[in-house]
Structure formats: C-alpha cells, structure tokens
C-alpha cells in the first residue's frame, strides 16, 4: 500500500460526458502529479502541482482540467473526451518538486474507456 | 530533448535465475535514476534508485548499476520468483518533479 489512493478505479463514459478523477495522498506529501499510460507508450507526465500550485502543464488538452484543493488532494476533470483519451491515469504524489531525488509514489490508476 | 529508452520489451527467465533488464538515457546531466515495477492492475512500485555519483546500488535481491560514461542503466535481481514478474520501468528525474520513463521490461518468470 503506497499511500496514494484513486477512485474510480474503473470508468466508461461518452464522449458527451463530464466526470472526474479523485487522488487522494495520506503521506503528508507537498507536491501531487498526473500521469497518462496508454498502451505500448511509456507513462505521459500531464500535469504537476506543489502546494496546491500548478508547476507543470505538458500541453495537455485543455479537455482535461485539474484541480488542487489542498495538499492532499488532486482531480482531473474530463470533458468532451475523444477515444483516444482511454488510458491508465496515474496519480503520485512526493514530498516536493524543488529536490531532484523526491520519490514519487504512485497510486494504482484509473481506467478509462471512452466510448 | 530527455529520451529513456529499454533494449528489451520482453524478457522470459527461469525460476531460480538472476534478471538483467537494461535501459539508456541519452542526457549526460541526467542526476537521478529509479526503477519501477508495474504489476498487472496497479501503479508503478519504487524498487530501487541510484544519484549520478554513484555507480552501483543494492537492495534485497535487487542491484542497479550505472555507466556514465555510455548512459546505461541496468537492473539486477537475483533468485528470480513467480512474484517477480511484472513490468519494468527504467525513468529519470529532474528538478521540478519531472519523470522521464522508459518504455517498460515485461518480465517472466517460467516456474
């Protein structure tokens, strides 16, 4: 158990729909992260939050919005998505992003099939 | 740009025997390295990291080797068992919480 949980852990939605992803970290972590792992790809960094501020947005999709409340938690919103948004979608969180060597934990994903 | 990159995408071994799974990187100010596992439903696991100053590193069963000098990464582990097999990932990181992972080692283990 890493500390890092994801809910759903399963979703199916249209392409019409509107959903959102939940991380959630109990490790005290400062800095939040989400990943995309799509098939046969190496996992996609998408976005990075420290301290509730986004650091980091690798052009994604303006279909995908995230959002930190606080520390300790991190949404991905969806919207408008297309068939080739299905994927694993990871959460991490580590300690911070100001030091190189912050292990990133990650949760066990959500998986996503857009129809 | 930062580019990691596994030789093998598969890789079989027998029960009992020791598994090398390598992984390159292509920028030479690359600081920090880390192994991950991936089993089947869940998210990577940190095994084992190494900083640039080193060039070896052991754990329990596991061992990560570093050649700077041809930006090569490699992962040991000994004794290979059933719960061994997974998926492996070679990444580098940078300041500012940036992961650059390879593509992935899947590893059998043949009982």
């Known amino acids: 158990e890493t500390g890092v949980t994801q809910t759903p852990r399963h979703l199916v939605m249209g392409m019409t729909n509107k959903k959102s992803l939940k991380c959630e970290q109990h490790l005290g972590h400062n800095a939040m992260y989400w990943y995309k792992q799509s098939a046969k790809k190496p996992l996609e960094l998408m976005f990075v939050y420290s301290l509730e501020e986004r650091v980091e947005n690798n052009s994604v999709p303006s279909r995908f919005s995230p959002e930190c409340p606080n520390s300790s938690h991190l949404f991905l919103h969806l919207h408008t998505l297309q068939p080739e948004d299905s994927a694993l979608y990871l959460c991490?969180?580590?300690?911070?992003?100001?030091?190189?060597?912050?292990?990133?934990?990650f949760g066990p994903g959500t998986r996503l099939t857009v129809l | 740009g930062e580019s990691v990159g596994l030789h093998l995408p598969t890789l079989s071994v027998q029960e009992g025997d020791n598994s090398i799974i390598n992984c390159a990187y292509s920028n030479s100010a690359s600081d920090y390295f880390i192994w991950y596992k991936q089993e089947s439903g869940k998210g990577p696991q940190f095994i084992i990291d190494?900083?640039?100053?080193?060039d070896k590193r052991q754990g329990q069963r596991v061992t990560v080797l570093l050649n700077k000098t041809v930006k090569h990464l490699s992962l040991q582990i000994a004794a290979t068992q059933p719960g061994d097999s997974a998926v492996y990932f070679c990444?580098?990181?940078?300041?500012?919480?940036?992961?650059?992972f390879g593509q992935g080692t899947e590893l059998s283990v043949k009982p």
């Open positions: 991490a969180s580590s300690q911070d992003t100001a030091v190189s060597t912050d292990t990133q934990y």
């Open positions: 990444a580098v990181q940078y300041q500012g919480g940036k992961l650059i």
């Open positions: 190494i900083r640039s100053n080193m």
